[in-house]
Every structure is written in structure tokens, then in C-alpha cells.
């Protein structure tokens, strides 16, 4: 089965700079997506960036980024210019047939 | 498109009383995905629907949990004889496409405290 791995229990970053969480994976197969989702306090699971396993560009969405690295099954977020609304649980997730979770980063944003 | 839909948002109940969660998808969504989870840590998979069908179902899945999706429409997963143990959020969520597409869309989560 596969496993996603976030080794950061909690990451802590001051407004503005940025801040990368770390992710990796495991997995036999060579098409699949990547996600990093987004889950504020009490509120539901939003999406923040996708990856499709087959470009090899890396994904951007506005301030987030990621870096990408399929032979390493490494796939890290990078927030820049952080802001105290990106303090939330993020979430790793890895998908073919169903959606896999890693066990989350809890990221604190001090102004 | 009014999102994911999932009710009740709260359920208490006392040890070994069975439970009911519903799911409503996002109406063109041909896959629901069902996820529990506990405080702190990441949605555990438990089951998904392509349509009406049952593809996949997790161990964690045991023999006091059902999920039905009829007609491919809303879902129900029911817990029987619950135990303290199963007290966590219970999260649905779908996606449009087969097996290589689609994000998935989450609902606000059905939380289950079993005293």
C-alpha cells in the first residue's frame, strides 16, 4: 500500500518569509497525483497545489510552490511571503485509485 | 454547486448505539470517498464509490461498518454497537472522473463522540 510521510510534526515561520514542509512517499507505480491540502482550525480540508506524477514541471499557485522530485518520491511545499492566514494542519496526500494522507504539519505563522 | 454536504455535523451517543452519517456529493461527482479522523492527525481512508459501485474498502473498515451509496447519488456509512474507540470525525468527499483525475472536494466532517 502506499504510505505518505510528513516528518515535521509543526513548523513555525514569521509573517512574510517563507517557510517549505517536507513530504515523501512510497509507491510502485509511475502515474499518480499529489496534492497538498490546507485544513484551518475547525474547518474543512481545502486544496492548496496539484502535481501530476507525469510533468516534470513543478506546480505553482501564486505564493505556493512545490518541488517535485519523482526518483527521490519527494514532494515539498514551499509558502512564501507567509501570511497569519496560512496558520493551518497541511497534509500531504498522494492519489491513484484512492487518496492517501500523511499525517499533517502544523504550521504557526508569528506576526 | 452547493459543495459537499454531510449531516449530522454532531453526534453523541452512548456505547453501543448505532450511527448514521449521510453524504451528499457534489452533483456531477461520480466518486465519493469516506475518511475518519482523529484530532492531530491526517484523514484515514476508509472506503470509496465510483457510482453505486463499492471499489474499495479498508481494513480499518471492520464488520460494524457499512457504507452504501443507492442509486449513486448520497451516501450513508452506519456504525454498529459503536465503542469509545470509534469517536473521531468522519469526513466525506468526492471527485469527478476515474482513476487518475480530480482533487478531491471534502464536506465539513461528521463528528461522532461515543460516551
Redesign the interface.
Given at each position: 500500500a502506499q504510505t505518505v510521510t510528513q516528518s515535521q510534526p509543526e513548523m513555525s515561520v514569521q509573517e512574510a518569509e517563507t517557510v517549505t514542509l517536507s513530504c515523501t512517499y512510497d509507491t510502485s507505480e509511475s502515474d499518480y497525483y499529489l496534492f497538498w491540502y490546507k485544513q484551518p482550525p475547525s474547518r474543512q480540508m481545502i486544496l492548496v497545489i496539484r502535481q501530476e506524477a507525469y510533468k516534470q514541471q513543478n506546480a505553482t499557485e501564486n505564493r505556493f510552490s512545490v518541488n517535485f522530485q519523482k526518483a527521490a518520491k519527494s514532494f515539498s511545499l514551499k509558502i512564501s511571503d507567509s501570511q497569519l492566514g496560512d496558520a493551518a494542519m497541511y497534509f500531504c496526500a498522494y492519489k491513484d485509485n484512492d487518496m492517501r494522507f500523511g499525517a499533517g504539519t502544523r504550521l504557526t505563522v508569528k506576526p | 454547486d452547493t459543495g459537499v454536504s454531510q449531516n449530522p455535523r454532531h453526534k453523541i451517543t452512548k456505547r453501543g448505539q448505532n450511527v448514521t452519517f449521510r453524504c451528499d456529493p457534489i452533483s456531477e461527482h461520480n466518486r465519493l470517498?469516506w475518511?475518519r479522523q482523529t484530532l492531530?492527525?491526517?484523514?484515514?481512508?476508509l472506503t470509496?464509490f465510483q457510482n453505486e459501485a463499492q471499489?474499495?474498502k479498508s481494513r480499518l473498515l471492520s464488520d460494524r461498518f457499512s457504507a452504501e451509496r443507492p442509486k449513486g447519488s448520497f451516501s450513508t456509512l452506519e456504525i454498529q454497537r459503536t465503542e469509545q474507540g470509534d469517536s473521531a470525525m468522519y469526513?466525506c468527499?468526492s471527485s469527478f472522473g476515474g482513476?487518475?483525475t480530480g482533487?478531491?472536494f471534502?464536506?465539513?466532517?461528521s463528528r461522532l463522540t461515543v460516551l
Amino acid at each position: 500500500a502506499q504510505t505518505v510521510t510528513q516528518s515535521q510534526p509543526e513548523m513555525s515561520v514569521q509573517e512574510a518569509e517563507t517557510v517549505t514542509l517536507s513530504c515523501t512517499y512510497d509507491t510502485s507505480e509511475s502515474d499518480y497525483y499529489l496534492f497538498w491540502y490546507k485544513q484551518p482550525p475547525s474547518r474543512q480540508m481545502i486544496l492548496v497545489i496539484r502535481q501530476e506524477a507525469y510533468k516534470q514541471q513543478n506546480a505553482t499557485e501564486n505564493r505556493f510552490s512545490v518541488n517535485f522530485q519523482k526518483a527521490a518520491k519527494s514532494f515539498s511545499l514551499k509558502i512564501s511571503d507567509s501570511q497569519l492566514g496560512d496558520a493551518a494542519m497541511y497534509f500531504c496526500a498522494y492519489k491513484d485509485n484512492d487518496m492517501r494522507f500523511g499525517a499533517g504539519t502544523r504550521l504557526t505563522v508569528k506576526p | 454547486d452547493t459543495g459537499v454536504s454531510q449531516n449530522p455535523r454532531h453526534k453523541i451517543t452512548k456505547r453501543g448505539q448505532n450511527v448514521t452519517f449521510r453524504c451528499d456529493p457534489i452533483s456531477e461527482h461520480n466518486r465519493l470517498y469516506w475518511y475518519r479522523q482523529t484530532l492531530g492527525q491526517g484523514p484515514e481512508f476508509l472506503t470509496y464509490f465510483q457510482n453505486e459501485a463499492q471499489l474499495e474498502k479498508s481494513r480499518l473498515l471492520s464488520d460494524r461498518f457499512s457504507a452504501e451509496r443507492p442509486k449513486g447519488s448520497f451516501s450513508t456509512l452506519e456504525i454498529q454497537r459503536t465503542e469509545q474507540g470509534d469517536s473521531a470525525m468522519y469526513l466525506c468527499a468526492s471527485s469527478f472522473g476515474g482513476r487518475l483525475t480530480g482533487e478531491l472536494f471534502f464536506g465539513e466532517g461528521s463528528r461522532l463522540t461515543v460516551l
